[in-house]
Every structure is written in structure tokens, then in C-alpha cells.
Nanobody, 121 residues
């Protein structure tokens, strides 16, 4: 079992910055990847950025060059630094922890409750 809890978020003007943090607890040694996803009203949840235990990162094209995902020496604390925010970045941001377990390498996703990010124009 894993638990992931987000912190940060809030209201910022366009061009501003925010930092989100996510802390995982429980069987953190089973985590292979952590990431951030977001969901705007009326839209599907979409990937923002992910980072593997080895530090390999992946970003949505819409945030490349503006957002940076980072982890601690392990992978149980992950941050998302968001710079040059745009109104279209407004969404609920969810932390995701991907667990791998068992002899067959099964995977399971754990989600936080989400944190609101609002960017005013």
C-alpha cells in the first residue's frame, strides 16, 4: 500500500510561479515512478510530468521549459516547480505514485486527493 499527499497550489497571476510537493508513505520501496497529472473543468485528466526512481523525466509538451519535476535522493518526496504560469494551466493537480510488485512485475497507481492551481489573466 502507498499513500500520496500533495501540498502547495493556490492562486497566482499569469507569469508567476508555484511549487507543488508530494510525499509518499507506506511501501515506498516499491515505487518505480512518481508523477503529476492535472484535470481542468470539463476535460480529461492529463499527464504533466513524471520521474522515475533513476531520475528519468518526462514532460507534456505544453509544460516543457516551464515546469520542472524533481525528487529527493529516493523517490518518496517529489516536487513540481511551475514557472511562467498561464491561465490554461488552471486545474486540479494530482500526484501519482506507480507501484511495482510481485514476481510478475504488476503495477498499481496510487493517487492523491489533488490540489487546486488557479492562474488568473
Amino acid at each position: 500500500q502507498l499513500q500520496v499527499v500533495e501540498s502547495g497550489g493556490g492562486l497566482v497571476q499569469a507569469g508567476g510561479s508555484l511549487r507543488l510537493s508530494c510525499a509518499a508513505s507506506g511501501r515506498v520501496f516499491t515505487i518505480i515512478q512518481m508523477g503529476w497529472y492535472r484535470q481542468a473543468p470539463g476535460k480529461e485528466r492529463e499527464l504533466v510530468a513524471t520521474i522515475t526512481r533513476d531520475g528519468i523525466t518526462n514532460y507534456a509538451d505544453s509544460v516543457k521549459g516551464r515546469f520542472t519535476i524533481a525528487k529527493d535522493s529516493g523517490i518518496d518526496i517529489v516536487s513540481l516547480q511551475m514557472n511562467n504560469l498561464k491561465p490554461e494551466d488552471t486545474a486540479v493537480y494530482y500526484c501519482n505514485g506507480k507501484q511495482q510488485y510481485g514476481q510478475y512485475g504488476l503495477e498499481h497507481d496510487y493517487w492523491g486527493h489533488g490540489t487546486q492551481v488557479t492562474v488568473s489573466s
